[in-house]
C-alpha cells in the first residue's frame, strides 16, 4: 500500500520553463511534507518543506503547494535550469516521530 | 563539518556473509535512521533509533539488526546477506524541533 504516489516517473522542460512536479497521499495522518533533491551517486538533499497548517511555501525558485482536500502536492521550479536535472522525491511524516515516508521519485531533465 | 558519514561506499558480498554498514554523525542529532533505494521503489525505511539505546523497526526490517549504543554511531548489521538485499543503502540523520533529514552519500551493496 503506497501512501506517498509520484505518477510520473520522469519529466523533461525546456531551460528557462517552469517545472511542476506532482506528489499525491493516502494517509490523513501526514501533516508535514518535504522535497528531496538526489543527484546520482549522492544522497538526497533537503529542498523544501510544507506543514499541512499551509497551503504554499517559496524559497528562491522553488514553491511547494499544498491541497490538503486532494490529498495533493506540488513543486514547481521557475525558471527551471539545467543544474535542476535530478531525481526528485517527496516524503511525508504525520504525529510525533521522525519517520519520513517517500514516493519513487520523478527524474527531472531540464534541457538546454 | 561532516554531517552524515557512511562506509564503506561499495560493497560485494557473497551469499550467507556477514557485515556492517557504518554510520556516523558529527551534529548531536537525536534521531537517525536508514533506509534503502531500490530501482522504482523510493527510499524504504528500514530501521530506526530515537535516542541512545533505543531502536525500532521500520517499513522493511527483515534480514537487518540495528543498535544505538552512542548518539554519534548507527550500523546497520546484516547478518546472511541474501541478493535481495542489493541495494543503495543511506543512513540519515535529523534533530527534534524539524523534520528534516541529513542523508550521507549512500553504500552500494551488491550480494551475489
Known amino acids: 500500500d503506497q501512501q506517498v504516489k509520484q505518477n510520473s516517473p520522469s519529466l523533461s522542460v525546456q531551460e528557462g520553463r517552469i517545472s511542476i512536479l506532482n506528489c499525491d497521499y493516502t494517509?490523513?495522518?501526514?501533516?508535514?511534507f518535504l522535497w528531496y533533491k538526489k543527484y546520482p551517486a549522492e544522497g538526497p538533499t533537503f529542498l523544501i518543506s510544507?506543514?499541512?497548517?499551509?497551503d504554499k511555501n517559496e524559497d528562491g525558485r522553488f514553491t511547494v503547494f499544498l491541497n490538503k482536500s486532494a490529498k495533493h502536492l506540488s513543486l514547481h521550479i521557475v525558471p527551471s535550469q539545467p543544474g535542476d536535472s535530478a531525481v526528485y522525491f517527496c516524503?511525508?511524516?504525520?504525529?510525533?516521530?521522525?519517520?519520513?515516508?517517500f514516493g519513487k521519485g520523478t527524474l527531472l531533465t531540464v534541457n538546454p | 563539518n561532516a554531517g552524515v558519514t557512511q562506509t564503506p561506499k561499495f560493497q560485494v558480498l557473497k551469499t550467507g556473509q556477514s557485515m556492517t554498514l557504518q554510520c556516523a554523525q558529527d551534529?548531536?542529532?537525536?534521531?537517525m535512521s536508514w533506509y534503502r533505494q531500490d530501482p522504482g521503489m523510493g527510499l524504504r525505511l528500514i530501521h530506526y533509533?530515537?535516542?541512545?539505546?533505543?531502536?525500532d523497526q521500520g517499513e522493511v526490517p527483515n534480514g537487518y539488526n540495528v543498535s544505538r549504543s552512542t548518539t554519534e554511531d548507527f550500523p546497520l548489521r546484516l547478518l546472511s546477506a541474501a541478493p535481495s538485499q542489493t541495494s543503495v543503502y543511506f543512513c540519515?540523520?535529523?534533530?527534534?524541533?524539524?523534520?528534516?533529514?541529513?542523508f550521507g552519500q549512500g553504500t552500494r551493496l551488491t550480494v551475489v
Open positions: 540519515a540523520s535529523s534533530y527534534s524541533g524539524t523534520k528534516q533529514a541529513f
Open positions: 494517509n490523513s495522518m501526514f501533516d508535514y
Open positions: 510544507i506543514s499541512s497548517i499551509k
Open positions: 516524503a511525508a511524516n504525520g504525529g510525533s516521530n521522525y519517520k519520513l515516508t
Open positions: 551534529m548531536n542529532h537525536e534521531y
Open positions: 533509533s530515537v535516542g541512545a539505546g533505543i531502536t
